[in-house]
Nanobody
Framework: QVQLVESGGGLVQPGGSLRLSCATSGFTFGGYAIRWLRQAPGKEREEVSCISQNPSSTYYADSVEGRFTISRDNARNTAYLQMNSLKPEDTATYYC?????????????WGQGTQVTVSS
């Protein structure tokens, strides 16, 4: 059974940091790219970042470039999203997804999401 479980979300003040984790099982983690997406209430879902299979290439949305860092640990079947200098507009539910390539539009597997709220 394929599972992707996000964790690490929460409430943080503007300028703060959070580290999201995406723990996976049930598929060959190293054979998939991992994408982080987010969706805020009333807004469309948007891609935040993506990391390819080995050797890892990374991609970022302009809105998070320089503030967020995506990484993966293939030995632990886990991906991460380090989020620094958080802004109120980063408030959203964050999802991780597995897909064949960061250049693909469609994701194969999804997690349930973790809430990130940036507020003073």
């Amino acid at each position: 059974q394929v599972q992707l479980v996000e964790s690490g979300g929460g409430l943080v003040q503007p300028g703060g940091s959070l580290r999201l984790s995406c723990a996976t099982s049930g598929f060959t983690f190293g054979g998939y790219a991992i994408r982080w997406l987010r969706q805020a209430p009333g807004k469309e879902r948007e891609e935040v970042s993506c990391i390819s299979q080995n050797p890892s290439s990374t991609y970022y949305a302009d809105s998070v470039e320089g503030r967020f860092t995506i990484s993966r640990d293939n030995a632990r079947n886990t991906a991460y999203l380090q989020m620094n200098s958080l802004k109120p507009e980063d408030t959203a539910t964050y999802y991780c997804a597995a897909l064949k390539s960061c250049h693909n539009s469609n994701e194969d597997y999804w997690g349930q999401g973790t809430q990130v709220t940036v507020s003073s």
